[in-house]
């Protein structure tokens, strides 16, 4: 039912394309953008860029959340952090990440590390927000049960916090993920040689219209994956809490 | 104790955090601890910052950057806020649209360059509608979110009360929804800024992303830190600005946006 | 007679069962008296309640509203959770009925100021609901009811989201604005006790389907105040009914258990 609408509007598409009441050259029917993206899995590069652009996801993810999750705990507990560390965070989170590309292929030339660390930037922020937000909101009488019940330092953030955390720690994962992957596909139209991000500016350039559309919706399928799947692992694994939020 | 002075004596911290950094900056800058051709001066910055305003480039930048902004701005909110309502109101069209919804949101609205493109020749428009792209599906969706969060109870005491269709709509529906609304606002504008100048990147001869990138390729650093002050200053303006309108017009609002 | 249910019955599907809210349930109310509705958790009390004030459409049976004053709504009703529009002044929200039914401003606005001072908020009355508490915001919820000057005021178990002291307060407070207006009122509440204070009557329904298994009539002598409680009067009645209460409670217990 759900895919009803969806799949009425391309079977649209698919009939004013052959119709040539849309022009087919730019708008080629959906059957023949499948037919392209079949071609170029079996034959062609697209494997491969997607693994490229995937390769950068991963790594920009780790290096993302790895500093982020505790940075946003130590700042959730520590009050004297959070001073410090607030107004980096106020003036650089509406910042358009991508301006700062410019500034790492600097530091670091036009390759890789720039534009993973682009990447691992734009979703920093989100995780170590969502983090810190998880400990500010947890409910404070768990705090005192937890005290009360003699669980103290380690053992109360062990057994307390963090797994109260958890859920806005995962949601931060999450849409850190989804930015992660923005800003690379961004990163790789605008400035790199490989990837799929670069796949849709190269072809749009040369005109290949049908391996354009193709690039456009694996990239659209593999952040659909990603959040969706993220969100069934949240609803998996932290079973006590109620339905995550929709973005 | 004044209140200023209070202030400022807890959040002591919070200002010298950066004021720290930056007099550190200068002093490693300046002694040659930091390459100078990586991290310029922040005096130098500053200085070069007064020049570009001085001599016109910033502005001839920053009055196309704000232009697109503000008409991808009031098209996503238009078009949002309709699309929201529509959706928050009637169930099957919500359930219709969502699955489409879905699929397009993570795309990275630059993608939609190309395929603006086509539909839409001129390229200044080009820029401006796939500007909207990503903020529309975010207006449209807290304004859904936000007719939805209304309390049941509120709308059934309203309706006892004698409201009723378009009455219902106008004394409680959209107030109730705003808190919401503004939200998708505030998004949806800082989503804006940031896709106006990956666009500006790829695609524009004037406006702050392409005076980025074109200091970058002549290798103008101080420029480029310049430029990037001011467009986080402009990021910042938005967000904050909006936020402060809001604490303005919908006072019953609890804080309901998370950053 | 002011308000006849006659013959009531509201059954609705539930998970593919049949679930039976309300079993041909008929009551007399005369005008100007203090009915009270108790009954055990799912006995059907609010239902009842919601079908009388047209929110619920019975599934048989009809009700029947006297009305002396035509132009004036048949009902008003007080929710259990207040139910303001939090976006309107205190003010604004004791208009609203009167304002979703076309009254000018000037005589609304001077109506609903009659109605604070009634319930004693004068000064409350450019106040948003957020700032009141609790056991404020449902005297504006009263206000509010007796604003639109109804045949008959309904009540939702107004004060049981109260803290006891509170309660015990608000109680008073409607005794006395009763005293003062005389109005027909039909009121649930789950509170033996507070049927007791209140009312002229006490219709004890059964668990779930909700019928009406006794009436009694509760004559402890008008203007009352709280002192009647230490009355053996009172303590008498009060083991009398909780007995049969009793039974139903237990028996709605039960089912849950079971469900």
């Known amino acids: 039912m759900a895919l009803a609408v969806p799949l009425g509007l391309l079977a649209l598409w698919e009939l004013l394309a052959r119709l040539a009441v849309l022009s087919p050259r730019y708008f080629p029917p959906p059957t023949r953008v499948g037919a392209v993206l079949v071609d170029s899995f079996a034959e062609g590069d697209l494997g491969g860029e997607t693994l490229v652009t995937l390769t950068r996801l991963g790594s920009a993810f780790v290096l993302a959340a790895v500093p982020a999750v505790p940075l946003g705990l130590l700042m959730g507990m520590v009050k004297p952090v959070r001073a410090v560390v607030d107004p980096y965070i106020a003036v650089l989170f509406p910042v358009p990440k991508i301006a700062l590309l410019p500034f790492l292929m600097i530091l670091l030339g036009v390759g890789e590390a720039a534009f993973v660390l682009t990447g691992a930037i734009s979703a920093f922020f989100q995780i170590t927000i969502s983090t810190l937000a998880g400990v500010q909101t947890m409910d404070p009488r768990l705090l005192d049960v937890g005290r009360n019940y003699g669980a103290r330092g380690a053992r109360l953030f062990g057994k307390v916090i963090l797994p109260a955390a958890l859920p806005a720690i995962f949601t931060g994962l999450r849409l850190g993920l989804g930015l992660a992957l923005v800003a690379i596909v961004a990163v790789e139209f605008i400035a790199a040689k490989s990837g799929l991000g670069h796949l849709v500016y190269r072809h749009w350039q040369t005109l290949s219209i049908p391996q354009m559309y193709g690039a456009f919706v694996l990239v659209g399928a593999l952040g659909l994956l990603l959040t969706r799947g993220l969100r069934a692992l949240q609803a998996r694994t932290l079973t006590w809490q109620e339905e995550p939020g929709r973005l | 104790m004044s209140r200023r002075s209070g202030w400022l004596a807890g959040h002591w911290l919070t200002v010298a955090s950066p004021a720290v ?70 169930r099957r069209l919500r359930e219709s649209l969502d699955p489409v919804f879905a699929v397009v949101y993570p795309i990275p609205s630059i993608l939609f360059l190309p395929l603006v493109s086509f539909l839409v020749p001129r390229g200044e428009t080009a820029l401006i509608v796939t500007t909207a792209v990503t903020s529309f599906f975010l207006i449209a969706f807290t304004t859904t979110e936000g007719v939805r969060q209304i309390d049941p109870l509120v709308v059934e005491a309203a309706r006892h009360y004698g409201a009723r269709g378009r009455r219902l709509f106008t004394a409680v529906l959209l107030p109730g929804a705003l808190p919401f609304i503004f939200t998708g606002l505030r998004l949806g504008l800082g989503f804006a800024l940031i896709v106006v100048v990956a666009v500006e990147i790829v695609n524009a001869t004037y406006g702050l992303g392409a005076l980025l990138w074109l200091s970058w390729q002549v290798l103008k650093v101080e420029d480029m830190y310049a430029t990037f002050v001011v467009i986080a200053a402009l990021g910042a303006v938005l967000s904050y600005g909006l936020a402060a309108l809001r604490a303005r017009l919908l006072p019953w609002a609890q804080d309901v946006a998370e950053r | 007679m002011k308000v006849e249910v006659d013959d009531v019955t509201v059954a609705f599907e539930s998970h593919g069962r049949s679930v039976v809210a309300l079993d041909r349930i008929s009551l007399r109310v005369v005008a100007g008296e203090f009915v009270c509705l108790v009954g055990p958790s799912g006995s059907g009390k609010s239902t009842l309640l919601r079908v009388v004030a047209g929110l619920l459409r019975q599934t048989s049976g009809a009700v029947r509203i006297q009305a002396e004053r035509p132009g004036t709504p048949a009902t008003a009703m007080v929710f259990q959770e207040h139910a303001l529009l939090p976006w309107r002044t205190v003010l604004a929200n004791v208009a609203f009925g009167l304002e979703n039914r076309g009254v000018a401003r000037a005589q609304r606005e001077a109506r609903a100021r009659e109605m604070l001072a009634l319930v004693g908020l004068t000064r409350f009355a450019r106040h948003y609901p957020h700032q009141l508490s609790g056991g404020m915001k449902q005297r504006v919820g009263i206000a509010r009811a007796l604003a639109n000057d109804p045949e008959v005021l309904l009540m939702d178990e107004p004060f049981a989201a109260l803290d006891a002291q509170t309660r015990t307060i608000m109680q008073e407070e409607l005794l006395r604005i009763w005293a003062t207006l005389g109005k027909t009122v039909i009121y649930v509440t789950h509170s033996l006790e507070e049927a007791l204070l209140l009312g002229d009557r006490v219709v004890l329904m059964t668990a779930r389907p909700g019928r009406v298994s006794q009436v009694f009539p509760v004559e402890l002598g008008r203007p009352r105040g709280l002192e009647i409680r230490a009355s053996q009067a009172y303590g008498v009645l009060l083991e009398k009914i909780w007995s049969q209460l009793r039974e139903e409670v237990v028996r709605a217990m039960g089912d849950d258990r079971g469900a």
């Open chain 2, 21 to 90: 950094l930056l007099i550190g900056w200068e002093l490693a800058a300046a002694t040659g601890l930091l390459r100078e051709a990586f991290f310029p001066r922040p005096s130098t910055v500053l200085a070069h910052l007064r020049r570009l305003i001085a001599d016109g480039t910033l502005l001839a930048h920053a009055l196309p950057t704000l232009g697109r902004i503000a008409w991808a701005f009031a098209l996503a909110a238009v078009l949002g806020i309709a699309f929201g309502l529509a959706m928050g109101l009637w």
